[in-house]
C-alpha cells in the first residue's frame, strides 16, 4: 500500500474527509476525465486508458453529487466564459477517445445518476474496430516474440523486456508522444518488426453515430478529439487546422448540435501549444480541455487550456483528491 493511500484511508478512517467536505467549497470547475471504463486486467492492449469499472464510476459520481452540481453544455460554457459568475464548486465530467465502453458500461450510469457527460469521440474511429497507436503499442511491447522492443525514431530506443512489461510500454508511449515524432506510422513499422508480431483484429472497439445521437438525446454533450487523434504539436499549422475544424464540422453534421469545446489528443504540456489554442478558437471552439492539473480555479480560468484530472481509483484516495481541489487546498 502506497503511503498517500495508507493516509486517504487514514483520513477515511477517523472522519476526516467527512469534515472537509461538510465546508463551503471554493470557487471553480474541477473537471474529472475518464478514457475507458472496465477491466483493465483482461485487456490485451493499453491497460492504462482504464480509469474506473462501471461500480467505481458509480461510487465517483455519487461523490460528486453530494459536493457540487455537475455540469456540461451551455451551462459550463457560461461558467468558463463568465457569463455567470463562480460561487461554489462546480463539477465536469469528459470521456476521452469514444471507446464502446463509453456507451455501454458509462452512459447507463450517468443516465442512473441523471448528470450530464461530455464525450470526445476520434472521428475515423467511430464505429470501427481500430486498434490506436497506444493500444498498438501496448499490445506489442506485452506480446513481443524476440524479448525486445526497438525503434530508431524519433531518436534510438533499445529496451530489453522482462515478465513484467508495463514499465516498458510506459517508456515507449512517451517516446511517441516526443514532439519531435514527426514519423508516427515510420515509428509503429519498427516496433512490429522489432517485436516480432502485429496487433490482432479485435472486432468493434469505438461507438457509432447512431449509439452517440441516442447520448445526446439523453442529454449527454459530445466535443472534438480531433479527426485521427494525431498530437497536435507534431503537425502543421495546416495540419492543425484541418483536424480542428474538419472533426467540429463532421460532429456537428452526425449530431445536429453545436459543437463548441475541443479536447487536444494527449493532452500534456508538449501534446498542444499556444498556437494550437489560437487556432482552435478561430476554428470556433470556445472551451479547449488540456489532460493535466484538473482544478481551474475562479478568476484564473483559461478558456482555451482547462484542466483536467485523471481519478484515482481507490475510493479515498478519490475523495482525498477531490477535496483537496474543491476546498482550495492544492494551491
Known amino acids: 500500500m502506497s503511503k498517500r493511500l495508507l493516509l486517504a484511508n487514514t483520513l477515511q478512517t477517523f472522519g476526516v474527509l467527512r469534515l472537509v467536505e461538510s465546508l463551503p467549497s471554493a470557487p471553480g470547475i474541477v473537471v474529472v476525465n475518464h478514457h475507458r471504463i472496465g477491466n483493465a486486467t483482461t485487456t490485451r492492449f493499453d491497460r492504462g486508458v482504464y480509469s474506473a469499472t ?41 470521456f476521452d477517445d469514444g471507446y464502446l465502453d463509453n456507451y455501454t ?35 506489442l511491447v506485452r506480446n513481443s516474440q524476440t524479448g525486445k522492443a526497438s525503434v530508431s525514431t524519433p531518436a534510438p530506443l533499445k529496451l530489453e523486456l522482462g ?4 514499465l516498458a510500454i510506459l517508456q515507449m508511449l512517451r517516446h511517441f508522444k516526443r514532439p519531435d515524432n514527426q514519423k508516427q506510422q515510420s515509428f509503429l513499422q519498427q516496433l512490429r518488426e522489432s517485436t516480432g508480431c502485429a496487433a490482432p483484429d479485435p472486432g468493434r472497439r469505438f461507438l457509432n453515430w447512431n449509439e ?9 454533450e459530445f466535443g472534438s478529439h480531433t479527426c485521427s487523434h494525431t498530437i497536435l504539436s507534431q503537425q502543421t ?20 448540435v ?5 479536447a487536444y489528443p494527449v ?15 478561430d476554428t470556433g471552439y470556445t472551451i479547449g480541455f488540456s489532460f493535466q ?27 482525498m483528491q477531490i477535496n483537496g481541489h474543491t476546498q482550495n487546498f492544492a494551491h
Not at 54 to 74: F, W
Not at 124 to 136: L, P
Not at 163 to 166: I, N
Not at 212 to 220: N, Q, T
Open 54 to 94: 462501471t461500480e467505481m464510476l458509480d461510487e465517483q459520481i455519487s461523490l460528486l453529487k453530494r459536493r457540487m452540481p455537475i455540469v456540461a453544455g451551455e451551462e459550463l460554457e457560461s461558467l468558463v466564459t463568465g457569463k455567470r459568475p463562480l460561487t461554489r464548486t462546480f463539477g465536469v465530467l469528459t
Open 105 to 139: 458500461n458509462a452512459f447507463p450510469v450517468l443516465k442512473h445518476h441523471d448528470v450530464p457527460a461530455i464525450f470526445f469521440p476520434v472521428i475515423q474511429y467511430a464505429g470501427t474496430s481500430t486498434v490506436t497507436w497506444w493500444d498498438e503499442i501496448a499490445y
Open 163 to 166: 515478465r513484467d512489461r508495463e
Open 212 to 220: 452517440a445521437r441516442e447520448m445526446v438525446k439523453a442529454g449527454m
Open 237 to 256: 499549422e495546416d495540419e492543425q487546422r484541418w483536424e480542428l475544424k474538419q472533426s467540429k464540422a463532421t460532429l456537428e453534421q452526425e449530431l445536429n
Open 258 to 262: 453545436r459543437i463548441h469545446s475541443i
Open 267 to 281: 493532452g500534456s504540456v508538449t501534446a498542444f501549444t499556444r498556437a494550437t489554442q489560437a487556432y482552435a478558437r
Open 293 to 319: 492539473g484538473g482544478w481551474n480555479r475562479a478568476g484564473h480560468l483559461t478558456p482555451m487550456c482547462m484542466e483536467r484530472l485523471s481519478p484515482s481509483t481507490a475510493h479515498s484516495l478519490f475523495r
